[in-house]
């Protein structure tokens, strides 16, 4: 099971990017599959995930109507739409992958972790 992210960058605040996490060795339709940031001197929270098995997303509070996760079965890929962003988006960002069921919002469900990509956010 190997992840990649990708997409990250600099953005003004308000503007949008999308991530992208590039997936092999497992079917995305039997794991969950999730987005989570780390930013300097926080701990790693979860952002939007769904679930393997019909596809069910959720999202934290925070990114609710601004985010968008979404899967590609066919090209093994995960995407994270962020519109709106704001300053406190600034993170580092990483996907990740669970057969785990349950508790999707929190990082210690999930088995396999890609690299991240920053995103920053300025004013």
């Known amino acids: 099971v190997q992840l990649q992210a990708s997409g990250g960058g600099l953005v003004q605040s308000g503007g949008s990017l999308r991530l992208s996490c590039t997936t092999s060795g497992f079917p995305l339709n039997s794991y969950n599959l999730g987005w989570f940031r780390q930013a300097p001197g926080k701990g790693r929270e979860g952002v939007a995930w769904i679930r393997g098995s019909d596809g069910h997303t959720d999202y934290a509070d925070s990114v609710k109507g601004r985010f968008t996760i979404s899967r590609d079965t066919g090209q093994n890929m995960i995407y994270l739409q962020m519109n709106s962003l704001k300053i406190e988006d600034t993170a580092v960002y990483y996907c990740?992958?669970?057969?785990?069921?349950?508790?999707?919002?929190?990082?210690?469900?999930?088995?396999?972790w890609g690299k991240g990509t920053q995103v920053t956010v300025s004013s």
């Open positions: 990740a992958a669970s057969r785990r069921w349950g508790g999707l919002s929190f990082p210690k469900r999930y088995d396999y």
